[in-house]
């Protein structure tokens, strides 16, 4: 299931456990994923400094994980990610002061990966349970995972600006994988258009 940004935004009231900081990490985490759709496992190579650079500086950049050779996840500056990161200002203040620039994000799990999953599923399986789309989501039986995140945006893309683009900005080596995350988004007039340009009528 895609996860917007706009939805992302809606859980974010929705996020409370026991722990500010906790608290803080998830929401913001809920920010980076939707506007830039990394792999949830970047969160254990993404540093509080990453987080400083990319807020006050010109953006930033982390060393990609499941690469075949040594490649960097770019996070540049965007206007629209910085009005949306302020969303979550007061979150990006608490983070910042927690801990020295060389700090992880994530700084407790000694499986980063499969702890950010755990607890960031188990969060926003409970904002579908809270939200006012509760109905809806157990009438379609909507689950959003962190990968919910990841597929939105590779989804968005290739709407926007076709698979190749997609690929890239996933980080794909192979087209195929690229293909599995995308979602018919496709409504029954715009299947309707598309299909009447390309079957040609019998001669």
Sequence with gaps: MTLS?????????????SCPVANAR?????????????????????????LRELYYGSGTRMEAIKSRKREFIEMPKIRQVKQWLQFVQDDIDIILKS?????????????PQAFQNRQLN?????????????????????????????????????????????RRVANHSDIA???????????????????RDIIQAPS
């Design 5 to 17: 940004i706009y939805r992302s935004v809606a859980f974010l009231g929705l996020v409370n456990t």
């Design 99 to 111: 801990g020295p620039d060389d700090q992880l994000f994530y700084p407790c799990s000694r499986e």
């Design 122 to 166: 188990k969060i926003l399986k409970l904002c579908v349970s809270l939200g006012s789309e509760t109905a809806c989501a157990q009438l379609h039986k909507v689950q959003y995972t962190s990968h919910s995140f990841r597929i939105g945006l590779v989804t968005r893309i290739t709407e926007a600006h076709g698979i190749d683009t997609a």
């Design 177 to 195: 994988t690229t293909q599995h995350y995308l979602r018919n988004t496709f409504n029954k007039k715009q299947l309707f258009s598309v299909l």
């Design 26 to 50: 998830i929401r913001i985490s809920f920010i980076l994923l939707a506007c830039y759709g990394f792999r949830i496992g970047q969160f254990g190579l993404f540093t509080i400094g990453n």
